[in-house]
């Protein structure tokens, strides 16, 4: 059973930065797509950050355009951990953030996708004031 625990939310100010962590455990890791998505109230979950493959082989990353040049998606395979180091945070950062796991195959215009995720954890709140 794939299990995906998330941690490391809080309130910062903007500019401010915040580490998750997601603990994964059920699943071979780095055989998945996993990554980071988030849901503010009234809106959508958005697909922000996900990684394919493992560390030290060959490693893909995705971000949106709206999180690109501000967050890094890592990962420790030995610890089955996923990580979003979040900098430069904003008022409209502020969401639920989840982790996800999909097995592949996903075409390109899915890995971003909610919908093409079967996994979820139960997500972590970041909250960004002004």
């Known amino acids: 059973q794939v299990e995906l625990v998330e941690s490391g939310g809080g309130s910062v100010q903007t500019g401010g930065s915040l580490r998750l962590s997601c603990a994964a455990s059920?699943?071979?890791?780095?055989?998945?797509?996993i990554g980071w998505f988030r849901q503010a109230p009234g809106k959508e979950r958005e697909g922000i950050a996900v990684i394919y493959g493992r560390r030290g082989s060959t490693e893909y990353s995705y971000y949106s355009d709206s999180v690109k040049g501000r967050f890094t998606i890592s990962q420790d395979s030995a610890k089955n951990t996923l990580y979003l180091q979040m900098n430069s945070l904003k008022p409209e950062d502020t969401a639920r953030y989840y982790c996800?796991?999909?097995?592949?195959?996903?075409?390109?215009?899915?890995?971003?996708?909610?919908?093409?995720?079967?996994?979820w954890g139960q997500g972590t709140q970041v909250t960004v004031s002004s």
């Open positions: 059920g699943y071979r890791y780095s055989t998945y797509y």
């Open positions: 996800a796991a999909a097995r592949p195959p996903l075409t390109a215009g899915r890995i971003l996708s909610a919908l093409a995720y079967n996994y």
